[in-house]
């Protein structure tokens, strides 16, 4: 009978403090002379009996109207005090989807990736993969997360780490011609043999080796702000040595090196800067985006001037998205410092629009399957990966 009898006096306390702040109860707040503080108390004590029943949904919303209907109150104070608590508090622990995801991701990407490394030709060998690799990686991100509580920065480092890794490892790969073998035949010389099995092996390597560094790197305290800085920088870093090597006539392996370097070089940067100034996630976020859409105001003007030297159709972009994010800089100066953030970013997408609006983020590659030929002419599958640029909600 207790826990009954204790649900009912709540029910009924919730109800006198809703009629009360609405002012349904004119002779007795008029005989007692209740106050807009009184109200705030009553309705705060609702709603932390509620949250010490565990219905922090409900204490959630009695929170916020105390908050935004007795401001001036002590109460209101207290309950501006425990929601900015709470949001501290989801923002810390917002990583734990987050990794669940990624690694659920990486796992159905290692489930393609490995059986291509090994030279796996017949179907079966992919569909063991996939039913093995995605349910592996989210086993091991929910032990993971259950022994730990991870940050938005932890978490990033571990899965940005992972995502890097695993390019890093296609594009030494391509640079060091791993799989292929130089042949010379007087002053003729060519390559023979097919890098898919090497790349791919390249690609794990790297990919489980960012995953363990960031893991590693996730031991300490990581501001949102600074992985933020790290992936965005490297995206940045990777765009400047493409389009410096472009302008430097660099090409084909020479190319690919210094848009690998330029990207380390980018991500370690990154990070360094927003830890310096103190950027927010979404600061950050907010220069990224005005870089890209200079960047694309430079792809523009090259569709209509249609140059025809290669250096001034990458330079324009390049000039463009550097004005760009200089512009976005300066604009978003007013932004809260290290705030954290909890916008959702764009996914797993480039651009993502929904009712919240238009966002940007780091587009995550996914396996796939394509349609080919083979030596003999038959249509066969084989993996590859897809990137999603835009996914819209309407």
């Known amino acids: ?11 009924l306390t919730l109800s006198c403090g809703l009629l009360l702040s609405a002012g349904l109860l004119p002779s007795w707040t008029s005989a007692q ?19 010490e029943d565990g219905r922090s949904e409900v204490a959630a919303a009695l929170y916020e ?16 005090a425990v929601l900015d608590a709470w949001r501290g508090t989801r923002s810390e622990r917002s990583g734990r989807v987050e990794l669940q995801v990624w690694s659920t991701l990486y796992g159905l990407w290692l489930g393609v990736a490995v059986p291509t490394a090994l030279g796996a030709t017949d179907s079966e060998a992919y569909g063991a993969g996939i039913l093995l690799g995605a349910p592996a990686g989210f ?3 929910r032990a993971h997360t259950r022994s730990r509580e991870l940050s938005e920065g932890q978490t990033r480092a571990i899965t940005w780490g992972g995502t890097w890794g695993t390019w890093q490892g296609l594009g030494w790969a391509s640079v060091l011609d791993l799989g292929q073998e130089q042949v010379c035949e007087r002053d003729f010389c060519y390559e023979t043999g097919d890098p898919t099995e090497a790349r791919f092996a390249s690609m794990i390597a790297g990919g489980l080796a960012g995953g363990l560094t960031g893991g590693w790197l996730s031991r300490r305290d990581i501001d949102a702000g600074v992985a933020s800085g790290a992936h965005y920088g490297s995206l940045w870093g990777s765009w400047l040595g493409v389009a410096g090597g472009v302008l430097g006539d660099l090409e084909n392996d020479d190319l690919m090196a210094a848009t690998l370097l330029a990207g380390n070089a980018g991500l370690v940067g990154g990070a360094h800067l927003a830890g310096r100034h103190g950027l927010s996630r979404n600061r950050v976020r907010l220069i990224s985006l005005g870089g890209l859409l200079g960047g694309l105001a430079g792809v523009g003007v090259d569709l209509l001037v249609q140059p025809d030297d290669e250096k001034v159709v990458i330079g324009i972009p390049l000039v463009l998205s550097g004005a760009g994010l200089t512009a976005a800089t300066y ?6 410092v290290r705030s954290g953030g909890t916008g959702g970013g764009a996914g797993h997408a480039l651009l993502r629009f929904d009712r919240d609006g238009w966002s940007a983020d780091v587009p995550v590659p996914s396996p796939t399957l394509l349609r080919a030929l083979d030596p003999n002419g038959r249509e066969v599958w084989r993996p590859g990966l897809k990137i999603a640029l835009l996914h819209g909600t309407f």
């Open 1 to 11: 009978m207790k826990p009954c009898r204790a649900g009912v006096l709540r029910s």
């Open 65 to 80: 109207l105390v908050s935004e209907r007795f401001p001036e109150t002590p109460s209101g104070a207290r309950a501006r």
């Open 33 to 51: 002379a209740l106050t807009p503080a009184d109200s705030a108390a009553v309705l705060f004590e609702v709603a932390r009996e509620f949250d």
């Open 139 to 141: 086993l091991v991100a």
């Open 331 to 336: 604009m978003t100066r007013d932004e809260d």
